[in-house]
T-cell receptor, first 113, second 112 residues
Framework: DVKVTQSSRYLVKRTGEKVFLECVQD?????MFWYRQDPGLGLRLIYF???????EKGDIPEGYSVSREKKERFSLILESASTNQTSMYLC????????????FGDGTRLSIL | AQSVTQLDSQVPVFEEAPVELRCNYS??????LFWYVQYPNQGLQLLLK??????LVESINGFEAEFNKSQTSFHLRKPSVHISDTAEYFC??????????FGKGTKLTVNP
């Protein structure tokens, strides 16, 4: 089974802090994704990466950046955390091509105080 | 570009009743269609997927979804629900890129 592991289930940070969310997958998937999930808004794509060191903006990239130095690891960075970034963050990975589904981690619930 | 509309944000039903969760999509290209389920405090899990072939797709836990190209719909159904089916369900579409576009979700609550 594919395993996508997010480093923290719950995280509390203060406004202005630089925050790192880490995600690791163990199935050599080319593609990795970061979403945020908010009640009534569903999942919104922040960034995705289709290869090491490659990234593309999703629908809501403002205030975020990402890093993918190794194939198995995809980091989401909040450059200067703000209270409106309090949310559930979900990481996913996917093999390229065909009807390959995305596999999700359990999420990180981030609170910015 | 693709978009997904889940027509009901919440669906309450009684145990052993049938349920239908509605999903409509729009796209200018051929798409793959997915249903994901999210149990409380967990990530999303794939429930079923459709690319082509038979328009009726089944999952291992009794759910099925029917692709209707003319109505651009991919509704999810189960003839008899259990308490354990209580979860949030997301319809998603993928077409032309590696990105998935999700609906806003439907919360299914199964009451005893």
């Amino acid at each position: 089974d594919v395993k996508v592991t997010q480093s923290s289930r719950y995280l509390v940070k203060r406004t202005g802090e630089k925050v790192f969310l880490e995600c690791v997958q163990d199935m050599d998937h080319e593609n990795m994704f970061w979403y945020r999930q908010d009640p009534g808004l569903g999942l919104r794509l922040i960034y995705f990466s289709y290869d090491v060191k490659m990234k593309e903006k999703g629908d809501i990239p403002e205030g975020y950046s990402v890093s993918r130095e190794k194939k198995e690891r995809f980091s989401l960075i909040l450059e200067s955390a703000s209270t409106n970034q309090t949310s559930m963050y979900l990481c996913a990975s996917r093999r390229t091509g065909g009807l390959q589904p995305q596999h999700f981690g359990d999420g990180t619930r981030l609170s910015i105080l | 570009a693709q978009s997904v509309t889940q027509l009901d944000s919440q669906v309450p039903v009684f145990e052993e009743a049938p349920v239908e969760l509605r999903c409509n999509y729009s796209s200018s290209v051929s798409v793959y269609l997915f249903w994901y389920v999210q149990y409380p405090n967990q990530g999303l899990q794939l429930l079923l997927k459709y690319l082509s072939g038979s328009t009726l797709v089944e999952s291992i836990n009794g759910f099925e979804a029917e692709f209707n190209k003319s109505q651009t719909s991919f509704h999810l159904r189960k003839p008899s629900v259990h308490i354990s089916d209580t979860a949030e369900y997301f319809c998603a579409v993928q077409g032309g890129s590696e990105k998935l576009v999700f609906g806003k979700g439907t919360k299914l609550t199964v009451n005893p």
